[in-house]
């Protein structure tokens, strides 16, 4: 019998996981990656494809002039697409926000300081940018089940020990991982200061904050990654409506004391999604349609025309 999984996509066999050891940042994409869904630049950035046959990122051909910048986790690197004109930055490149070429900045599993140390890494080469679009905060959360004595200064990051057996309370997740991702995003403001770049921070989106109750072919994925994981035995206490809208909640209020614009995906695509979207293949990385759905939602409230 065919796996759910293997049934409606096909394609996450080409997403591979198999990451790079890289001083300073831990880990990061192989570059000059060519595979039947994704392309890598020969630094690791997943390129985007734009209009008339157009690309873009930081390592490797982009138009002249200035860019803007995606940045984040997996997500943002479009695990989930079916190709690189699926992503984010590509969606928002040839549909919803056309005007400047997208660069995609993300580093699978990366955490929120990894984020910023991928950045300032590869500041020398980047153009001039205009907006700094910043989506993350889930795997930070994530991250917190893990112990103090693995959480060091600056936060846990994945493949550094073993799950713990007993997780902190769904508060004090939350409360260490907004910390962190507010602490981070202060130096994010910093930099895009000193740019004269427009920053903004978006809390990305986790299925179970954006509706309770997952599609039928949401769900059958979802019970078929939790046969070989323990997502679900170690974030059940994270993955409700509440927890995820206590978090949002804590990162607007850092982000307005920072004077940086806050977004919060799960209610903006909970309110634009119909019943029968498909959205997520599985619960932080999206289908094509849920991409799409989300670089359309950060043109038309964040205002990039």
């Known amino acids: 019998m065919t ?9 996450m066999e080409h997403y591979t996981f198999l990451l790079e050891d890289q001083p300073y940042l831990g880990y990061f994409q192989y570059g000059n990656e060519k595979t039947p869904v994704y392309t890598t630049d020969r630094h690791g950035f997943r390129v985007t494809p734009g209009p008339a046959g157009l690309v873009a990122s930081v390592g490797g051909d982009r138009p002249d002039g200035p860019a803007r910048v995606l940045a984040g986790s997996s997500a943002v690197f479009g695990v989930g697409a079916t190709g ?19 660069l995609n900045i993300a580093g699978q599993s990366h955490n929120s300081a990894q984020e910023l140390m991928l950045f300032t890494l590869f500041l ?5 940018v205009e907006d700094i679009v910043l989506v993350s905060g889930v795997n930070n959360l994530v991250l917190s089940r893990l112990p103090e004595e693995k959480q060091g200064r600056h936060g846990a990051f994945f ?37 004269g770049v427009r920053l903004t921070f978006v809390l990305q ?15 059958l994925l979802f019970e078929e990654l939790d046969e070989v994981s323990n997502f679900r035995r170690f974030h059940n206490d994270i993955s409700t409506m509440a927890v995820g809208r206590a978090y ?58």
């Not at 796996?3 to 394609?11: D, G, M």
């Open 124 to 128: 020398h080469e980047l153009p001039p």
């Open 3 to 11: 796996s759910p999984r293997a049934e409606f996509t096909p394609h």
């Open 248 to 305: 949002a909640d804590r990162l607007a209020a850092g982000c307005a004391g920072l004077h940086v614009p806050f977004l919060d995906m799960n209610v903006a695509l909970a309110d634009v999604a119909g019943p029968e979207d498909w959205l997520f293949i599985d619960r932080v990385h999206c289908t094509d349609l849920g991409y799409d759905l989300v670089a359309r939602q950060l043109a038309d409230r964040l205002d990039l025309a």
């Open 159 to 195: 493949d550094c020990g073993p799950a713990p057996d007993v997780v902190p309370p769904p508060e004090r997740r939350v409360a260490h991982a907004a910390e962190l991702t507010l602490r981070h995003l202060g130096a994010w403001k910093t930099l895009a200061d000193g740019l």
């Open 84 to 102: 690189d004109a699926a992503t984010i930055s590509a969606r928002l490149w040839n549909a919803h926000a056309p005007r400047l070429p997208w």
């Open 205 to 219: 989106p986790l299925a179970p904050w954006v509706r309770e109750e997952p599609l039928p072919r949401e769900k």
